[in-house]
């Protein structure tokens, strides 16, 4: 196969080596969203390496180019959404200034990874112990450093609310937003879990 290669920035790329690992990227993406799908049906218990690569659209030994078994799966599963909630979180918070608007801004945030993860949600619900106990002590310590983004903004609007109180408003609003892998979606479901969440929140 004839190598080419092109000029980036001053340097030199080997597109096919380029290629290559974006097709790697993109068969792992496809692993974990196929990972997410079967463990939010069957249990992570009841899915086998072979139906992962399977339904990701390679062999299962493949699967191993890419994890060292489903337990990794599962970590990069939910270690990754995580690290997204909590990285995405802390953009939202760093782009506003005025705390209503960065409270409705996280809102709306969370609400778009609700509508488009219930799968992983309901692998986080059911899932969490089967993952190695390194990895669920990185999942619990990113979910409450995401949860103390939301109550720095919310003790911003209500100074004089203590933070426990201010602590159980946010796991509230993620128990109401994160219902909708079990309620299904509608029209207005965005609109809904919007108003509903900043009542909660601001009562």
């Known amino acids: 196969m004839a190598t080419h290669w092109i000029v980036y920035s001053g340097r030199m790329t080997d597109t096919t080596e380029t290629l290559r690992s974006r097709a790697k990227a993109d068969r792992r993406s496809a692993l974990l969203a196929a990972a997410a799908r079967l463990f939010s049906e069957r249990g992570f218990d009841r899915v086998s390496i072979e139906d992962l690569g399977t339904a990701a659209g390679v062999s299962g030994p493949a699967v191993y180019r890419h994890f060292s078994g489903k337990q990794a799966v599962l970590a990069a599963l939910l270690v990754g959404v995580s690290e997204g909630l909590h990285d995405g979180g802390l953009r939202v918070v760093d782009s506003q200034t005025d705390p209503a608007a960065t409270l409705k801004a996280l809102v709306a945030f969370h609400v778009d990874f609700a509508l488009a993860n219930p799968d992983v949600i309901r ?19 990113l979910q409450r450093a995401y949860v103390e983004l939301w109550v720095e903004v919310l003790g911003r609007i209500h100074p004089d609310a203590p933070a426990p109180a201010l602590r159980t408003r946010a796991h509230a609003t993620f128990g109401l937003i994160n219902s909708t892998p079990h309620t299904g979606h509608s029209r207005d479901m965005r609109s809904v879990l919007e108003r509903m969440a900043l009542a909660a929140l601001n009562s």
């Open 123 to 141: 692998v986080q619900d059911r899932d969490l112990d089967s993952l190695a106990e390194s990895d669920r002590h990185t999942v619990r310590a």
